[in-house]
């Protein structure tokens, strides 16, 4: 007996076809042309995304693809993200008007820590973007490979947050800020990607996601984020508490979601506990933040400053990113330095105030010996006068000069 066919999906197409995301086809092209130059012989003929010649796939998530292509008119390689519109949520013309939006913002935002964005259009399948080509890793993957120092991993949250804080001065929120979305180059430089575009590889139903493991979004598994269909963007680990009631995204759910992921970096477990993503964002919404485990090296009012940024209410945390990254540099500063420092003053201090007393001294003194050695002018007689000059001479007072201390002597 054999089995009935399967029925087409509802509005038509092949089920396993519409498995596959329509982004793909740009690796399809690729193959035939390849096969097309096996066969035929001759050059093979270069598949493009605008004016960019695909050179080959970096990786892909629910927003779409992220290819390595070459841009001739430029002569260099770029980084071309072809996102599907789809994946919005909405309607696929107002999807794209958003995403070609949101591209063009970040095209005049120019800063040392955000990936640049050098062009945005609209092709057949969806909305392709022409970036920086960062060479590198991701700083989750550079978490998960070895153990860092925290104050290595703190620098490196700073420089993702000044980056992320120039986002937010441009009037741009990245709505899915994490580790993964962060890139360190093979030259040191810490750069923050996906700002307003980030999307989601997992796209699950509303409740659908309670009893998901929330090690299914942890550095172990960098492509696990959640969504809510048509609801909520992000992944369930960083999204703030304010975003599951309905509130837009803005600065300060930014915040929130750099604070969880600098916490999870610094002391290697999540701020809030919970096995499953119902759990966890409970206790997200309750505002129970775990204490860091014991033993830690990092200073205590560290952990207050993200304690303060992972506040239930957005109005109780920082007044701004750059004020929070502003408290966490100090943490960078070694105390041998500062003890060094310190000591220097207390020693140097009484001997500058010392030389500065000296000089003054010395300074007033060489003014008085001036002012003795100073002769009185002689006197000039009047050709018409008949007297002599009186035989007891005329007091008159000296010229008086402005007293100036004498440099201080070098100490």
């Known amino acids: 007996m054999t089995e009935p066919a399967e029925q087409p999906r509802p509005g038509g197409g092949d089920p396993l076809r519409l498995a596959v995301p329509r982004l793909d086809d740009v690796e399809a092209r690729r193959a035939r042309a390849a096969v097309a130059s096996r066969i035929f012989g001759g050059p093979r003929e ?101 153990p860092m120092d925290w104050r290595e991993v703190l620098r490196d949250y700073i420089a ?28 040191g430089r810490v750069r923050v990607g996906d700002f307003g575009l980030a999307g989601t590889p997992a796209t699950l139903e ?23 269909t048509g ?4 992944t369930p680990k960083y999204i703030a508490p304010e975003l599951e009631r309905g509130a837009m995204a803005s600065a300060r759910s930014d ?39 014991p033993g830690s090296r990092v200073p205590a009012w560290v952990c207050a ?41 207390v020693v140097l201090a009484p001997l500058l105030a010392g030389a500065v007393g000296l000089g003054v001294v010395l300074g007033l003194g060489a003014g008085e010996r001036r002012n003795d050695d100073a002769q009185p002018e002689p006197q000039t007689l009047d050709a018409a006068a008949s007297e002599p000059p009186a035989s007891a001479p005329q007091a008159s007072a000296p010229a008086v000069t402005p007293r100036t201390a004498a440099p201080a002597p070098a100490v």
């Open 46 to 146: 270069p598949v493009r995304v605008g004016r960019y010649q695909v050179l080959g796939r970096i990786g892909k998530g629910g927003m779409g693809v992220v290819y390595r292509a070459h841009d001739p008119e430029l002569a260099r390689d770029v980084a071309v993200k072809l996102m599907n519109p789809e994946a919005v949520g909405d309607a696929e013309a107002t999807a794209r008007a958003r995403l070609v939006r949101e591209a063009r913002a970040m095209a005049r935002l120019a800063h040392p820590n955000v990936i640049h964005v050098y062009d945005v259009g609209a092709v057949e399948d969806g909305v392709f973007i022409a970036m920086e080509l960062v060479e590198g890793e991701s700083l989750a993957a550079r978490l998960a490979r070895a």
């Open 160 to 187: 993702a947050g000044r980056g992320l804080a120039a986002a937010h001065a441009a009037g741009i929120v990245h709505r899915d800020f994490k580790p993964e979305n962060v890139l360190v180059g093979s030259d």
């Open 206 to 228: 509303v409740g659908s996601a309670d009893d998901v493991p929330l090690a299914a979004t942890s550095l172990a598994d960098p492509s696990g984020s959640l969504t809510r």
């Open 231 to 234: 609801a909520l963007l992000g």
């Open 255 to 293: 915040q929130f979601s750099f604070c969880v992921a600098l916490y999870e970096g610094l002391y290697g477990c999540p701020p809030f506990a919970g096995d499953t993503v119902a759990r966890y964002r409970r206790e997200v919404r309750a505002g129970r933040a775990v204490q860091p485990p």
């Open 305 to 345: 400053a993200l304690f303060r940024g992972l506040e239930v209410d957005p109005a109780a945390r920082h007044l701004g990113l750059d004020a929070l990254l502003d408290e966490l540099e100090r943490a960078l500063v070694d105390p041998r330095t500062i003890r060094s420092a310190w000591r220097r003053g």
